[in-house]
């Protein structure tokens, strides 16, 4: 199984930026995505973006234009560049591949 460690949250300022990564170490599989979700307090996780194996992305509408996902295949490691942050993004963001989960890093967007 795949183990993902996440890191790169914290406090930053509305319109402020942050960069996720996810480091996965183990056998990642072509077959499954590598995604971004995330967790607000009382709501449901939610998708936030994706990457194929071959570099196409998809995103929440909410985040398109803000954030951007990629890879760095040679590291096993996925990135997550989200700028214009407001205080909606806030949350806890959790990179995903298959059934594999990191533990969670905490984004919060306030002034």
């Known amino acids: 199984q795949v183990q993902l460690v996440e890191s790169g949250g914290g406090l930053v300022q509305p319109g402020g930026s942050l960069r996720l990564s996810c480091a996965a170490s183990?056998?990642?599989?072509?077959?499954?995505?590598m995604g971004w979700y995330r967790q607000a307090p009382g709501k449901q996780r939610e998708l936030v973006a994706a990457?194929?194996?071959?570099?196409?992305?998809t995103y929440l509408d909410s985040v398109q234009g803000r954030f951007t996902i990629s890879r760095d295949n040679t590291k096993n490691t996925v990135y997550l560049q989200m700028n214009s942050l407001t205080p909606e993004d806030t949350a806890v963001y959790y990179c995903?591949?298959?059934?594999?989960w990191g533990q969670g890093t905490q984004v919060t967007v306030s002034s």
């Open positions: 995903n591949h298959g059934r594999s």
């Open positions: 183990g056998s990642i599989s072509s077959i499954y995505n």
């Open positions: 990457i194929t194996s071959g570099g196409t992305t």
